[in-house]
């Protein structure tokens, strides 16, 4: 089982700065994958931003550029800079455990962003 928990979403002026967190239940580096992902109203969610252990970073073509994800023993960040009204969504971290006995995938609950003037 793992818990996560986002935070620091809120409303900020177009051109402006985020940095959301994920805190972890288990150790970051225990998990096999993580990441953020975005729902929009009347949109599907989309991955945002990916880790995975040992692998490439992945960013969306969207968000290249101005998000940086990054991650410490208990904590995963995204930092979004010049951040636009399309970048406003729900943002929700993911994490993929894969113990011996199989792999399951858990979610946050969401953190708000919204970017308005």
């Known amino acids: 089982q793992v818990q996560l928990v986002e935070s620091g979403g809120g409303l900020v002026q177009p051109g402006g700065s985020l940095r959301l967190s994920c805190a972890a239940s288990?150790?970051?580096?225990?998990?096999?994958?993580m990441g953020w992902y975005r729902q929009a109203p009347g949109k599907q969610r989309e991955l945002v931003a990916g880790l995975t252990g040992g692998g490439p970073t992945y960013y969306a073509d969207s968000v290249k550029g101005r998000f940086t994800i990054s991650k410490d023993n208990t904590t995963m960040y995204l930092q979004m800079n010049s951040l636009t009204p399309e970048d406003t969504a729900l943002y929700y971290c993911?994490?993929?455990?894969?113990?011996?006995?199989?792999?399951?995938?858990?979610w946050g609950q969401g953190t708000q962003v919204t970017v308005s003037s």
């Open positions: 288990r150790s970051i580096f225990s998990l096999n994958a």
């Open positions: 993911n994490a993929r455990y894969c113990p011996p006995y199989g792999c399951s995938n858990y």
